[in-house]
């Protein structure tokens, strides 16, 4: 291991297929049958390889969807089962170097609070998309102004961060190279799902939380 400064004084992740091996979306999608399933997984994978505007896709999906309240409580258990293999520990030797790591997250903030514990991290680290809902948990209305449910919404979110230099970004998706103009680096992660627009568009491409950590602290 290496005792020198990290080459990354803050750390970006995305969430869905980066940090935890799900789509939340889609996995609420699956709740209400085939159909809506098809459709929104459809959505999902256009929205990601970069093919539809995730502007345009944000409010149908959860239309189809209107996930309830103890539909998003069991999504949270999933993005905590599926953690990506050892990114807990390596999220804590990040930090414990003296790495700021922050989720930014196109997701529905109230499924990943679990998951942002888990990892070590608080909810102030967690940049994510609110949705609200009725007295009896059913499903209301999510954040529309929030410019994560928009393909450049990252790229905003970051700048406006202002997180220490040098910043590395992680993630799967085309929203997540959009982040690429605000940070120092972006490594495609290739762990769960590997889309060759991302790969294409990367500095760097990683595959565990074992390269991420490798990457950051040589
Ligand atoms: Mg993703």
Redesign the pocket.
């Known amino acids: 291991m290496s005792t020198g400064e990290p080459r990354f004084r803050s750390v970006v992740l995305?969430?869905?297929?980066?940090l935890s091996g799900v789509?939340g979306i889609d996995w609420l999608a699956a709740c209400r049958g085939d159909e809506v399933a098809r459709a929104v997984s459809e959505m999902t994978r256009a929205a990601?390889q970069g093919g539809l505007p995730l502007e345009s896709v944000y409010a149908r999906r959860l239309a189809k969807i209107r996930p309830r309240h103890d539909e998003i409580e069991a999504l949270s258990h999933v993005y905590v089962e599926r953690v990506a293999l050892g990114a807990p520990q390596a999220i804590h030797r990040l930090q414990r170097a003296g790495v700021q790591v922050h989720l930014v997250?196109?997701g529905l903030r109230p499924a990943l609070l679990r998951l942002v514990y888990h990892v070590g991290l608080s909810p102030g680290d967690l940049h994510a998309v609110p949705i609200h809902f009725d007295a009896i948990g059913a499903y209301v209305d999510f954040d529309a102004a929030s410019p994560l449910t928009t393909s450049s919404g990252k790229r905003d979110v970051v700048r406006d961060l202002a997180l220490d230099a040098p910043v590395l970004a992680v993630?799967?998706?085309m929203?997540?190279v959009a982040m690429r103009e605000s940070v120092d680096c972006f490594a495609a992660?290739t762990g769960?799902?590997r889309r060759q627009s991302v790969v294409d568009a990367a500095d760097e491409v990683v595959a565990s939380f074992a390269e991420v950590e490798r990457l950051v602290l040589g």
């Open positions: 995305d969430v869905d297929s980066t789509e990601m997250s196109g993630g799967d998706g929203t997540d992660y769960f799902a």
